[in-house]
C-alpha cells in the first residue's frame, strides 16, 4: 500500500541532497535506487557529477562519467556542460578543451 518510490521520486531527493552538500548521502541514495531494481537514468548521474563539481571534486565528477559509460549510459549535453563548467571554474582548461573535444566526436552538441 501507499506510493512505491520511482526514479523521479528517487532523483528529486539525490538533488536536494547533492543541493546541501551531502554528496555521499546522495550516492548512497543513488545506490539504494539500483539495489532496489529501479534504473538509473542520466539524469542521476547528472545530479551526482553536478554535486561533485559545485564541491570542487571535478576529477571525482569527471571519474563518475566514465564508470557512467562503463555502465552503458552515455553522457548527455548536460553532463558534457557541467563537466566543461567544472574544470573551467578550476581554471584548468585544456581539461575542459579535452571534453569539448570528446563531446564534438561523439555528435553531441
Known sequence: KGIKPNVILYNTLIKGLSNQGLIL???QLASEMSEKGLIPEVQTFNILVNGL????????????????????????????????????????????LEILDVMLDNGVD
Open 53 to 96: 563539481c559545485k564541491m570542487g571534486c571535478v576529477s571525482d565528477a569527471d571519474g563518475l562519467v566514465k564508470v557512467m559509460i562503463s555502465k552503458g549510459y552515455f553522457p548527455d549535453i548536460f553532463t558534457f556542460n557541467i563537466l566543461i563548467h567544472g574544470y573551467s571554474t578550476q581554471l584548468k582548461i585544456e581539461n575542459a
Open 25 to 27: 548521502e546522495a550516492a
